[in-house]
């Protein structure tokens, strides 16, 4: 499952995730909610790319 968090088209950050997490760890641990209260103009990703991607 790959995560959306909008709101703005002309700026991305993309979440990859590490060994042991997921994409929707991305919100429970705060990034994308820090990345709002700073007001930063961003759309933010959060892609389900599990260790099989990597190995690849």
Same mark, same amino acid.
């Given at each position: #499952? ?7 088209? *002309? ?12 994409? %929707? ?8 909610? %820090?990345? /709002?209260? /700073? /007001?930063? *103009? *961003?759309? #933010?990703?959060? *892609?389900? %790319?599990? #260790?099989?991607?990597?190995? /690849?």
């Amino acid at each position: #499952m790959t995560i959306l968090h909008p709101p703005n088209p *002309a700026v991305l950050i993309v979440f990859l995730p590490g060994r042991t997490s997921g994409p %929707a760890d991305y919100e429970k641990q705060g990034f994308v909610q %820090a990345v /709002r209260d /700073r /007001r930063i *103009a *961003a759309d #933010m990703v959060s *892609a389900d %790319a599990h #260790m099989g991607y990597y190995y /690849r």
